[in-house]
Nanobody, 116 residues
Framework: QVQLVESGGGLVQVGGSLRLSCAAS????????TGWHRQAPGKQRELVAR???????TYADSVKGRFTISRDNAKNTVYLQMNSLKPDDTAVYYC??????????WGQGTQVTVSS
C-alpha cells in the first residue's frame, strides 16, 4: 500500500512562509485526490487544500489566497506552500490520500508553529 511522509514543518514568525512536502512510497495517482489537513489542540480537524487526480484544486476559506497545493509527478510528491502565515495557522499538518469515498491514507503529521 502507498505510504505518505510529511516534512517541512517548523517555527516561523507572523507573515513568514513555509513549504510542506508529502512524499509517497508508491504512486500518488492511486488516489482520486490528495490533500492537506490540519488540527490544532482542542479544535476540529480541517481540510485546508485538495488536489484532484485531474489537477483541480480546492481551498478552505481561511487559507484561500495564502496557501497553494501542488505536485511534482516525477518525484511522487505533493507540496503545500504557505505564505503570509498567521498565529491561527498553528497546527499539526497531515497529508492524506482520498479513494473509495474517504480519506483512507494518512501521513504522520508535521508541526507548524506561527509565533506572534
Amino acid at each position: 500500500q502507498v505510504q505518505l511522509v510529511e516534512s517541512g514543518g517548523g517555527l516561523v514568525q507572523v507573515g513568514g512562509s513555509l513549504r510542506l512536502s508529502c512524499a509517497a512510497s508508491g504512486t500518488i495517482f492511486s488516489f482520486a485526490a490528495t490533500g492537506w489537513h490540519r488540527q490544532a489542540p482542542g479544535k476540529q480537524r480541517e481540510l485546508v487544500a485538495r488536489l484532484s487526480i485531474g489537477g483541480s484544486t480546492t481551498y478552505a476559506d481561511s487559507v484561500k489566497g495564502r496557501f497553494t497545493i501542488s505536485r511534482d509527478n516525477a518525484k511522487n510528491t505533493v507540496y503545500l506552500q504557505m505564505n503570509s502565515l498567521k498565529p491561527d495557522d498553528t497546527a499539526v499538518y497531515y497529508c492524506a490520500g482520498f479513494r473509495i469515498g474517504r480519506w483512507d491514507t494518512w501521513g504522520q503529521g508535521t508541526q507548524v508553529t506561527v509565533s506572534s
